[in-house]
């Protein structure tokens, strides 16, 4: 599935790991602001659309990258 968007299984690994970081600023904020948490809602269906095209995560990112 990757490849029918043009991206490697490392690219798109390497998406994952940047949509769940931008997860994580969001969750910083607490849920304070109500559009901030709707952001929160689609990193977190963003994440799992990834994770399922992806699978697990990578322990580190050295080796992916050239």
């Known amino acids: 599935m990757a490849k029918a968007f043009g991206f490697s299984d490392d690219e798109l ?20 602001d109500a559009a901030l948490e709707n952001y929160a809602v689609l990193y977190d269906r963003l994440f799992e659309k990834l994770r399922g095209m992806t699978g697990s995560l990578p322990e580190t990112v050295e080796g992916l990258v050239e």
Do not use: E, I, S, W
């Open 13 to 32: 690994k390497l998406l994952l790991v940047a949509v769940r970081h931008m997860r994580r600023t969001f969750a910083k904020a607490g849920g304070r």
